[in-house]
Nanobody, 125 residues
Framework: QVQLVEPGGGLVQTGGSLRLSCEAS????????MGWFRKPPGKERGCVAA????????NYADSVKGRFTISRDNAKNTVYLQMDSLKLEDTAIYYC??????????????????WGQGTQVTVAS
């Protein structure tokens, strides 16, 4: 069983940056596909970034391409989501997710088996 813990997000002004963390226990991140999802107010949860840490490039939602970056620190068993040039519409609850499946990084919810508790990110002007 993989357990994912997300330290708190925060409030940031438009154009600012924020880095989210996802700390794993029970299993190493090595070889485990990971994704970041978000749920804006009044909308459904959707994927913004996914990686299987292989030669396959990570996938990003069109809305965040060029602004968000998914990365990891193997020594800390931690996955990050670096968010730059934040916009008001980036306000959401952000969730990290891990998959027991293999293959290219996917951006569908059903691909992932384990989820963090979610952390609030608020972008304000």
């Amino acid at each position: 069983q993989v357990q994912l813990v997300e330290p708190g997000g925060g409030l940031v002004q438009t154009g600012g940056s924020l880095r989210l963390s996802c700390e794993a226990s029970g299993r190493t991140f090595i070889g485990i596909p990971m994704g970041w999802f978000r749920k804006p107010p009044g909308k459904e949860r959707g994927c913004v970034a996914a990686s299987n840490w292989s030669s396959d490039p990570p996938n990003y939602a069109d809305s965040v391409k060029g602004r968000f970056t998914i990365s990891r620190d193997n020594a800390k068993n931690t996955v990050y989501l670096q968010m730059d040039s934040l916009k008001l519409e980036d306000t959401a609850i952000y969730y990290c997710a891990a998959s027991s499946s293999v293959g290219p990084p996917k951006m569908t919810r059903r691909f992932y088996d384990y989820w963090g508790q979610g952390t609030q990110v608020t972008v304000a002007s």
